[in-house]
């Protein structure tokens, strides 16, 4: 979070420079892209119905966000160019999640926790820079950088929303979003497949 609230301490500089409209593009960029929505919030409620142990709760923000970081950073040295179908395997892992929210399993805290770093993951290899006007150099890393804080700020907003869902009716909220969200995903996933092999 430390990045995120220097990088709004750094905002009016950014807009003074011309590179703030980058940084906005990244931070939108979670929310244009339905399989990193759907796998943010899947991941969530996944996260939400289980009892987690004091101790656990900082190893996975550190797997959250350093596995995001790493993978976003390693992305700043790269130009876009075309990728594996990584948005197939995240599709899938909010199909997995989806399923699992609805059986309302208790999972161990090593499954979560790599559930959570296979997400991001596969969340930052999606997230290439794209070919925008004077995108280049500082504004690839600002983009990258609004890429994170919109990741964050949806998962976590998603978490605490889950959270409280889960006081409902004994968490039944959270187990109808996870129906919603499987079903959200075959629709996404057969689109998806549909251009695959139409192309």
């Not at 960029?29 to 656990?56: I, N, T």
């Amino acid at each position: 979070m430390g990045v995120l609230l220097g990088s709004l301490l750094l905002a009016p500089a950014w807009a003074a420079a011309g590179s703030y409209r980058f940084f906005m593009e990244g931070l939108g960029h979670p929310l244009a892209a339905p399989s990193h929505l759907l796998a943010l919030v899947a991941l969530s409620v996944l996260l939400a119905q289980q009892v987690w142990q004091p101790s656990k709760i900082p190893q996975l923000m550190v797997l959250v966000q350093g596995g995001l970081t790493l993978v976003l950073v390693l992305a700043s040295t790269l130009w876009y160019r075309p990728r594996p179908p990584v948005e197939l395997f995240l599709l899938g892992l909010a199909l997995v999640m989806g399923v699992l929210a609805i059986l309302r399993l208790s999972l161990p805290a090593g499954l979560l926790q790599l559930f959570a770093l296979l997400v991001m993951v596969t969340i930052g290899l999606d997230s290439a820079a794209p070919r925008l006007p004077g995108l280049r150099g500082t504004g690839i890393q600002l983009y990258l950088l609004g890429t994170w804080c919109g990741v964050m700020l949806i998962w976590l907003a998603a978490l605490l929303l889950s959270r409280l869902l889960r006081q409902l009716l004994d968490g039944l909220p959270l187990r109808i979003l996870g129906s919603w969200i499987t079903a959200a995903t075959l629709i996404v996933m057969t689109l998806q497949l549909a251009n695959l092999f139409r192309a």
